[in-house]
């Protein structure tokens, strides 16, 4: 057997020490990293009623959402603002949830909108709800909404962007929708915030771009109608 040159074996000595296993090592712990829980939407919380204030909810998609805690700001003091707590989507989905977003209490003034969804184009090339349903799921929810003694107003669904959206989809015509809910609406005497009118001439400023949804701006002019319809409402 040869032999190693002692001045190899020390240079060695080190590395064959790391090598060998520490028998009171503790075997390597596992670190497990656990993802925070998205704190929730503060717009879907449920708000205190501050007694002797008119009860006023608020029906509608993520554009509802984005102008609900200005209105509620605007208010502050002379109404209850609250909304349902979700995202209300397409015309099918208030028909199976309005009796569950009314709850038990009392409302002096509903504001509500569907359409955007409605009239959303899905993979087969099909409306989410086509006009002749929209307009059977329209009159189906106001006839429950007067049962509740509510005033109502309606508002009409804003506009789309022409061009290519993010995130990529398309939608049928917002006036074809609009023209059905405002004829359902004047047969049930039911009022109209013009949501559309209010922000069509600047929509450009007023919209982000590409996209549906507004910036800071564009959900400041929806809440200052939004009010204006509410306190006329309020007012009678």
């Given amino acids: 057997m040869k032999t190693l040159p002692l001045g190899l074996l020390l240079a060695l000595a080190p590395f064959a020490q790391s090598a060998e296993a520490d028998p009171a090592a503790k075997p390597a712990e596992r670190v497990t990293v656990t993802a925070k829980a998205k704190a929730p939407n503060t717009v879907m919380l449920p708000i205190l009623d501050v007694a002797g204030l008119p009860r006023v909810l608020l029906i509608g998609d993520s554009i509802s959402i984005g102008y609900t805690l200005p209105v509620r700001k605007l208010l502050a003091g002379k109404a209850n603002v609250h909304r349902i707590p979700t995202n209300g989507g397409p015309t099918k989905n208030g028909t199976a949830n309005l009796t569950k977003w009314l709850g038990d209490g009392k409302w002096d003034v509903i504001h509500f909108n569907f359409g955007l969804h409605d009239l959303r184009h899905m993979d087969d090339g099909s409306r989410q709800v086509e006009p002749a349903d929209y307009e059977r799921n329209l009159r189906s ?67 982000n771009p590409h996209d549906v949804h507004y910036n800071a701006a564009g959900y400041e002019v929806l809440a200052q109608a939004v009010v204006k319809a509410l306190q006329k409402e309020l007012g009678k």
Avoid: S
């Fill in 141 to 207: 929810l106001v006839a429950d909404l007067k049962k509740t003694g509510a005033k109502l107003i309606f508002a009409t669904t804003t506009p789309v962007p022409e061009g290519k959206l993010t995130p990529p989809r398309t939608f049928g015509d917002v006036a074809t929708y609009n023209e059905i809910a405002l004829k359902v609406m004047k047969e049930n005497g039911v009022a109209i915030d013009d949501l559309n009118t209010a922000v069509a001439p600047e929509i450009a400023k007023l919209q």
